[in-house]
């Protein structure tokens, strides 16, 4: 009986291999079609997706990347029998989405906005693929697709706010235990020493892992679209929650040890160890839940035909067409000019405010702007103090001076010579003199209107305090959303011109109360404000 059971067992295994042979060899020609499009799509946008490459290459935060198309390509590889029962038929209505997804790598080209670029590009991938395996393919194979966006380096722009959360939770958890602090922006003194919240602190590195990790895990262990949006929004809360008790870890660990622990590498080591042990957690109470495997989609008649050369190469015609076309009109759309001159500014004048020619008793303190075509820094104080009256919104009595003026403009923005770039900041990281202890984004009440603007708190190794405002001027917009900004420059380049443009910055001293500081800016920017974009434009407009 074991033997005849054996021999039946073999039989019906070979009449189930013989009838995949046909779905199978539908298989070969649409995978040689599938690299074959894939590799097009990535030679017309090779810097994009090199760029991408290069940023999971030197940034720790982003070194998960190169495990992204593995995991992707595992995940299509345990859907194998599965994809036994499914033909692919390319098709190419998922080609229309190249116009949106297109015009948008355009428009990130033009404006140097590499996550947009990064983002469309591997848009353009998926719809590739998609294309090339059909319709009922592409739905078995939507998540091993999609994943492939959690490849793309994104999210610095929540390094800040996440850093003044950290401080924040971190601060509150020091008093609720009874230990006395002094705070200044993301910089607080306790009794056994000092501690400051740095980018490498700010939790992003743990929040990056958290959602690749948990939604890899969500699509893994359950089937309910409610349950896996459940989990990964509990990926995302976990880890900045998680952060905010890891800093106080492991500031009171160096408090009780007179800071003889929690200090250089250890500090990094217990971080990393306590983010395992609450990723281990998350996982575990996440199981609890698990659902039953989804049953495997059911085999569809075999009438399709493997793919045609001549289909083939029509589809790699469009796809050519499609990918080639974005790449051109980039170029076509970009300026060519060569050099561009450098632009003269002079300082503006407004009345109550005099213009201080001697700056060496100020403050040594200036931005770091790359690539600007003119620029200027200059000093002002208040001409007549004794009529000066406090700010409207506010019962202090303004400082009158010194005011400090930064403008740096951009005549034709390009690649090295951009407005909003992570290169621009107020103080570069790890500056030997000032440090930026805090920014945050601010609303200030001026009587011509409200200005929005970034908010920065700056000290010094010798106990200066600036109180810097700092914001973009894109044709006649005031912004200090780098979003905006941005668009409003695409909009610029869209229309033919050179996408103009300033970075304004305006800063005064301060001892303990920036409130004062900010008074005289308010006092300043009232009378200063339209001579800055009156001036901003001359210069923009002179003639070479």
Known sequence: MNDTRDQTGMIIDDVAAT???????????????????????????????????????????????????????????????????????????????????????????????????????????????????GHRVARFLAFPLLFLFLGVPMGEELVHPMMNYTADFTVGMLKLTGIPVYREGTFFTIPSGQWSVVEACSGMRYL????????????????????????????????????????????????????????????????????????????????IWRDPPAPMPQPEPIAAEPI??????????????????????AWALSDHGGKVAAVTLEPPLAPGWALQPDQASAWDWRPRVLGADGSLYAFYAGESPPQRAPSADSDIDPNVGPVGLYLGVYRRQRQGAELVTSANVMVEEKHPIWSNIMMRPQRVRLRSGELALKQHLLTSRSGERLLVWSWYLVGDRHTANPYLAKLLEARSRLLGRKGEAALIAV??????????????????LNAMLPAIATEVERSLQATP
């Open 308 to 329: 045609t050369g001549r289909r083939a190469l029509h589809l790699l015609l469009v796809l050519a067409v499609g990918a080639a076309f974005w790449p051109a009109a």
């Open 507 to 524: 800063a005064a001293p301060y001892d303990e109360k920036p409130e004062v500081a900010a008074a005289s800016l308010t006092e300043f």
């Open 208 to 287: 990056i892992a958290s959602v690749t990790l948990g939604v890899l895990f969500a699509y893994l262990t359950y089937k309910k679209w409610w349950k896996r949006l459940l989990f990964v929004l509990f990926a995302i809360l976990v880890p900045v929650i998680a952060n905010g008790f890891r800093a106080y870890m492991i500031v009171m660990i160096g408090h009780l040890s007179d800071m003889k622990l929690a200090a250089g590498v250890d500090h990094l080591i217990y971080g990393w160890v306590f983010f395992g042990v609450i990723i281990t957690i998350m996982f575990v109470v996440g199981s």
């Open 19 to 133: 009838a995949d042979r046909p779905r199978l060899a539908l298989w070969w020609p649409d995978l040689i079609l599938l690299l074959a499009a894939v590799a097009l799509v990535t030679l017309s946008f090779h810097e994009t997706a090199w760029s991408i490459v290069s940023i999971w290459d030197r940034s720790e935060t982003y070194a998960h990347g190169f495990l992204i198309v593995p995991i992707s390509l595992w995940l299509v590889w345990e859907k194998r029998a599965g994809l036994k029962n499914l033909a692919p038929q390319p098709t190419a209505l998922p080609l229309v989405l190249f116009l949106p997804l297109g015009f948008a790598w355009l428009a990130g080209q033009l404006v140097d906005t590499l996550v947009v670029q990064q983002l469309a590009y591997v848009g353009l991938l998926v719809v590739t693929l998609w294309a090339v395996l």
